[in-house]
């Protein structure tokens, strides 16, 4: 597996990961009926550094990092992770999430906070502690869940350097 910048050619491959996640409702804090454009537009903003991992020449998962305030606050990092369907479990996020990092200290950032995740994705929560993130806060029923109704989002954050 390769983890390499997004270019224009991988539009559709990127479409293809975000929609079902987008469709089904319950792990982004995005619209599940989000266009194809507007979709790609959030995901692949200029503020955003947008990668791709690539197995077999077949793209597999797509992770974007932006700086999560302005001014002083944009020593502080933020990134989005989504993987195929076939891919998931096979280690891909978390190859993501480690090449955020180290993108992230290259690129001169201090920290990674992620601002909403839902609290009913347990395999992301379980997999970015193990990553390192703590949850450093609880938003009561901050994410509307499409068959639990309002969940918990949380706020996981971790030094880089």
């Avoid at 991988?10 to 079902?20: H, R, S, V």
């Avoid at 891909?92 to 920290?111: E, F, L």
């Avoid at 901050?142 to 969940?151: D, I, K, S």
């Amino acid at each position: 597996m390769i983890i390499r910048p997004a270019n224009e050619r991988d539009n559709d491959a990127i479409w293809a990961i975000l929609e079902p996640v987008l469709r089904a409702g319950d792990t982004y804090t995005l619209p599940r009926d989000m266009r194809r454009e507007d979709a790609l537009a959030y995901w692949r903003a200029p503020a955003h550094q947008t990668f791709v991992a690539e197995d077999a020449g077949e793209i597999i998962g797509t992770y974007y990092l932006r700086a999560n305030q302005a001014g002083p606050g944009d020593h502080v990092c933020n990134c989005g992770y989504i993987v195929s369907a076939p891919a998931s479990g096979k280690g891909v996020a978390r190859a993501m999430n480690a090449h955020s990092q180290d993108i992230a200290v290259a690129s001169g950032y201090r920290a990674m906070q992620y601002n909403a995740v839902v609290s009913t994705n347990a395999r992301a929560v379980t997999l970015w502690q193990r990553c390192g993130f703590d949850i450093i806060g609880t938003l009561p029923g901050a994410f509307l869940h499409p068959a639990q109704g309002y969940v918990d989002a949380y706020i996981m954050f971790k030094t880089l350097a």
